[in-house]
């Protein structure tokens, strides 16, 4: 299990900063030291290995978001969105190889021909939006966010903000931490009751 982890790991860093198509199996052999022939029978393929990462991405990003949400008391659903954006830039912080594979254009053409990427994608995006919705609603039960916002619709925007300046950083572009407090008074505004 331990070489099959070294080739996942290597791998996802391999994708995420150099690309699929520029990454071969020699260079990930070479790199993990194993055989050529171990990556491939514990995948098949680079895009089973490739399938592999992004399997194991969704299921670390839902058991963190798990994780975070046991037993944390919020004062309020505002409170709670407020949090779900701090711990999602967070996260992107920690797994940062992951969350930049994440937004390589590669897995999104893989998802038009390949039903299994598709489903792993929109399980980690609809899995992240459905915890933005969360806050937002229970924002809305308790009043700390108005009645008039739409769940969903918002909390797809919440993501694609806090998302963006995820992308921003990872592809050193800005220094996202700088709009750090923007994003939250954003928030605020965009959900206040």
């Known amino acids: 299990m331990k070489k099959k982890e070294s ?10 900063h150099k690309g699929f198509a520029d990454t071969s199996g020699q260079e990930l052999a070479r790199l993990t030291g194993v055989a050529e022939g171990t990556i491939f029978y514990h995948f098949k393929t680079k895009e089973g290995l490739l399938l592999a990462i992004l399997e194991k991405t969704r299921d670390e990003i839902v058991d963190q978001f ?4 046991e037993n944390r008391p919020f004062n ?35 998802s038009e021909s390949n039903p299994e990427f598709r489903e792993n994608l929109e399980d980690i995006y609809n899995c992240l939006v459905d915890i933005f919705e969360k806050a937002i609603v229970t924002g809305q039960e308790d009043g700390s ?7 969903r619709k918002s909390a797809l925007i919440l993501f694609t903000m806090a ?31």
């Not at 798990?66 to 949400?69: C, L």
């Open 76 to 110: 309020s659903g505002m409170e709670m969105t407020e949090e779900v954006i701090s711990f999602y830039l967070y996260l992107a912080g920690l797994m940062e190889d992951k969350f930049l594979l994440l937004h390589r254009h590669f897995l999104y053409k893989f």
């Open 7 to 16: 080739i996942l790991k290597v791998a996802t860093f391999m994708f995420a």
């Open 163 to 193: 998302d963006g300046l995820v992308r921003f950083k990872n592809y050193n572009l800005y220094d996202a931490g700088a709009l750090f407090n923007e994003l939250m008074r954003a928030c605020r505004r965009m959900l206040q009751a």
């Open 66 to 69: 798990e994780r975070f949400f």
């Open 145 to 151: 966010i108005g009645k008039e916002v739409h769940p």
